[in-house]
């Protein structure tokens, strides 16, 4: 798998990234790369914010966090999620050969601020509709904020990381490993003893898709 100065994830195809149509944001410079770094970190905070939110099911990586907690006491959900960002992050280096960058890190450490940042300001739905409308949005809009930071070529968070990984390494569509990998965590998750909602499933369902529209803006194969 190849690496680069631009920063970006490595892949094994060179054709994984193909220029989107107002340039390929590899030759942007650091300043416009890290702007949209940021902006996709926040917004997709304020996604996962949207969801929590809603009340109609932990999404499933929440979901195994919380197993994991439940099942050794000495950890809380947000030290879990920081080893398990830390694992896949190994994995998909070691393994996969994808970098880290400064987008890994921003991930795993501002993700969680910005969810308690935005999560007091956001009112709660009024009906089971309105709940709903909030979290498949928040699936909408935390796909194209994965596709945001990915663009910025700081390289991706470690749950996306290992996902793109996993398909350049095999050449699978990347909405269906995604996909893939939510199932398997939300099964994990079941079993380790976490509340399984509807939207946990409508989650691991939908946020492969969502991921491919959101790279696709930006010239991304999907």
């Known amino acids: 798998m190849s690496r680069n100065d631009g920063g970006e994830a490595g892949v094994a195809n060179p054709a994984f990234f193909t220029p989107p149509p107002e340039g390929a944001t590899a030759r942007w410079p650091f300043l416009p790369r890290f702007v949209l770094l940021n902006a996709g970190l926040v917004v997709y905070g304020l996604a996962l914010a949207a969801m929590i939110r809603a009340d109609v099911g932990l999404a499933p990586w929440d979901a195994f966090h919380y197993g994991l907690a439940r099942t050794f006491p ?37 993700i969680g601020i910005y969810i308690d940042l935005f999560l007091p300001w956001l009112p709660s739905p009024g009906s089971p509709f309105l709940a709903w409308c909030l979290f498949l949005s928040g699936i909408l809009v935390s796909g194209i904020a994965t596709g945001t930071y990915i663009a910025s070529r700081f390289g991706a968070g470690p749950r996306d990381s290992l996902a793109l990984g996993l398909s350049g390494r095999f050449g699978w569509p990347i909405k269906q490993v995604r996909t893939g990998i939510e199932l398997t965590v939300l099964l994990s998750g079941f079993l380790l003893g976490a509340n399984i909602g509807w939207g946990t499933l409508a989650f691991a369902l939908l946020m492969g898709p969502a991921m491919s529209l959101g790279m696709s803006l930006y010239g991304l194969r999907r």
Do not use: T
């Open 74 to 110: 000495f950890l809380k959900i947000g030290q879990a999620s920081i080893v398990v960002g830390l694992v896949c992050q190994l994995i998909a280096y070691f393994a996969l050969r994808m970098p880290i960058g400064i987008g890994s890190v921003s991930n795993m450490i501002l």
